[in-house]
């Protein structure tokens, strides 16, 4: 290990400690990289993540169109709803006036 030369002056017993002491130094920054890797890995991959699932729900213009286009022809909110004017049967030669054409409901002939 690399020290600092004038350490071979010093005692065995303060050279162990002082070596011991830079090499806790020398992990502790080693730890410190690492930890600062590893979080810039996973902030990198949160973006990407968070990119790539913008571009996966993004329409294209063809999507949008397409969509525009089914809304013009939907029957939603189009459809009007008639109340029931009966389910009678009435005889012959009876006239029976209906709300709609075709008629929907009300009362008919017998078969």
Same mark, same amino acid.
């Given at each position: 290990?690399?020290?600092?030369?004038?350490?071979?002056?010093?005692?065995?017993?303060?050279?162990?400690?002082?070596?011991?002491?830079?090499?806790?130094?020398?992990?502790?920054?080693?730890?410190?990289?690492?930890?600062?890797?590893?979080?810039?890995?996973?902030?990198?991959?949160?973006?990407?993540?968070?990119?790539?699932?913008?571009?996966?729900?993004?329409?294209?213009?063809?999507?949008? +169109?397409?969509?525009?286009?089914?809304?013009?022809?939907?029957?939603?909110?189009?459809?009007?709803?008639?109340?029931?004017?009966?389910?009678?049967?009435?005889?012959?030669?009876?006239?029976?006036?209906? +709300?709609?054409?075709?008629?929907?409901?009300?009362?008919?002939?017998?078969?």
């Amino acid at each position: 290990m690399d020290y600092p030369e004038e350490w071979n002056q010093l005692p065995k017993h303060e050279r162990k400690k002082k070596l011991k002491e830079l090499r806790r130094e020398r992990e502790r920054k080693s730890g410190l990289v690492k930890n600062v890797r590893n979080w810039g890995i996973i902030i990198i991959v949160l973006i990407a993540g968070v990119i790539g699932f913008a571009q996966l729900v993004k329409k294209t213009p063809e999507q949008v +169109q397409f969509e525009q286009e089914v809304k013009a022809v939907s029957l939603d909110d189009k459809v009007e709803e008639i109340p029931i004017e009966g389910r009678d049967h009435v005889s012959a030669g009876t006239s029976v006036e209906y +709300q709609t054409n075709p008629p929907t409901s009300g009362d008919h002939l017998a078969q």
